[in-house]
Each structure stands twice: as C-alpha cells, then as structure tokens.
C-alpha cells in the first residue's frame, strides 16, 4: 500500500478522481486523517452537542466526495471544509430554529482533575453560547482552528476589519462573562 502521507491535498484529491481503487480509498482515508479532527472540533464548537455535529460533519466529508467525483476544483482542502461545514450548519440552524436540546452521555468514574477540566470546558461552551453568532464564529475559527484574520474574512466572506472587531469583542465580552465564574472558583 502506498504511503499517502507524502502527498499533498491537491494530488490526494486527484487520486481520488481518477485512479481505481484502492489508491481512490486511500487516499481519500488519508484527507480524512489530515482534516477530521479539526473539522470535528469546529462542528463541537458551533454546535456544542455531540449528534449534530457529528451529522454535519458526516455531511461535510460527503460533500467532498460528491465535490471531487463531479471534478470540482478544491484549491484548499481545509478551507473548503471548513466553508462547508460552516454553511451546513447555518442552513440546518434556520431549518432548525427550535430549540436543540440533548443529554451527553455520563461517565461514572472522573477524576477530580478531569471534572475540572469538563466543568470549565462547560462554563466556557455557556460562555460561548451567549455570544452573536458572528462573534462566536469568529472566536471558534481564531482560537480552536488556529485560522488568521484574512483566512477567516475570506471564509466567512466579511471584510478584515469586521473579523477583527468580531474576534476582540468575543474575547472582550467572554472574559466579562467567565471573570466572576473563576474569581468564585478560586
């Protein structure tokens, strides 16, 4: 079996256009292997529910499929991801606008420092909750997908400024929501 490691993402899409399988397959695995993990994080994100994010981001793999089957050109793979992804949970939110309310599944054994990790990730998902969706956007593509300024005005389609102001007042307007959480934690 070939080593697709060495591949980049446009040649790994080329062999999954056009060669048989399982060259097609592994190649395929190994754009899954380079971008799940960050595009899953963004769906946790966006979502902070287990079952939604992973159907939008089932949904986004399969619109790579159908998007390198029907010979689109994808110049940048985790952009392209990360717009789909981004523009599925937008339409599945306004298709959606009740109320998404969901228990995750509980663990009987934690350890006290893993309950502290899990209740300040927590208090920092309520935080992002209460955010505009823009700024909460924003914040997730900066801070959990490592995205610059030009990359996220670029996918998000707004000018530099407007990320920028949308990044701080995140910033600003999470830190006034977690201070009086953590001074009373401490």
Do not use: W
Not at 87 to 105: A, I
């Amino acid at each position: 079996m070939k080593n697709y490691k060495r591949y980049s993402d446009e040649e790994l899409i080329s062999i999954t256009a056009t060669e048989p399988e399982p060259e097609k397959s592994g190649a395929f695995s190994e754009l899954y292997n380079r971008h799940s993990n960050k595009l899953y994080l963004y769906c946790r994100k966006i979502f902070g529910d287990g079952t939604y994010a992973e159907d939008i981001f089932q949904d986004t793999f399969m619109q790579l499929i159908r998007s390198i089957e029907s010979k689109i050109v994808i110049g940048n793979v985790q952009g392209y991801l990360l717009r789909t992804a981004r523009n599925l949970s937008l339409n599945f939110k306004r298709n959606n606008n009740k109320l998404l309310v969901e228990f995750d599944d509980y663990h009987a054994y934690f350890t006290e420092r893993n309950f502290e990790v899990k209740e300040l990730t927590q208090m920092i998902d309520a935080a992002l909750d209460l955010l505009p969706e823009e700024h909460k956007e924003a914040f997730i593509l900066q801070a959990y997908q490592g995205l610059t300024y030009s990359e996220i005005a670029a996918l998000t389609e707004v000018p530099l400024t407007t990320v920028r102001n949308r990044v701080v007042r995140a910033k600003s307007k999470l830190r006034e929501i977690l201070s009086p959480m953590l001074e009373e934690g401490k």
